[in-house]
Nanobody, 119 residues
Framework: QVQLVESGGGLVQPGGSLRLSCAVS????????MSWYRQAPGKEREVVAT????????NYAEAVKGRFAISRDNAKNTVYLQMNSLKPEDTAVYYC????????????WGQGTQVTVSS
């Protein structure tokens, strides 16, 4: 059974940082391209960062380039998202999943982790 467990979210002031983690199980992690997604209230879920298997190239949405960094630890079956210089518009629920196509997801979604950027 596939499990995706996101953690590390919280309330942070503009300009602050957070590091999200996603522990996965139930599939061969190192063979999958992994992505972080986010969904803000009233908006569709979007891909923000992607890292290819087993830890190669990365890709970022324009809105987060230069501020966010995705990484993975294949020994721990975990993918991370380091978020710096956070802005109020980064407020959303963040999810991880294996990437399908350009912006889809392979597995059912986990519970996500809430990130709120506010002063």
């Amino acid at each position: 059974q596939v499990q995706l467990v996101e953690s590390g979210g919280g309330l942070v002031q503009p300009g602050g940082s957070l590091r999200l983690s996603c522990a996965v199980s139930g599939f061969t992690f190192m063979s999958r391209t992994m992505s972080w997604y986010r969904q803000a209230p009233g908006k569709e879920r979007e891909v923000v960062a992607t890292i290819s298997e087993p830890g190669g190239s990365t890709n970022y949405a324009e809105a987060v380039k230069g501020r966010f960094a995705i990484s993975r630890d294949n020994a721990k079956n975990t993918v991370y998202l380091q978020m710096n210089s956070l802005k109020p518009e980064d407020t959303a629920v963040y999810y991880c999943n294996a990437l399908w196509g350009r912006s889809g997801a392979v597995f059912n979604w986990g519970q996500g982790t809430q990130v709120t950027v506010s002063s």
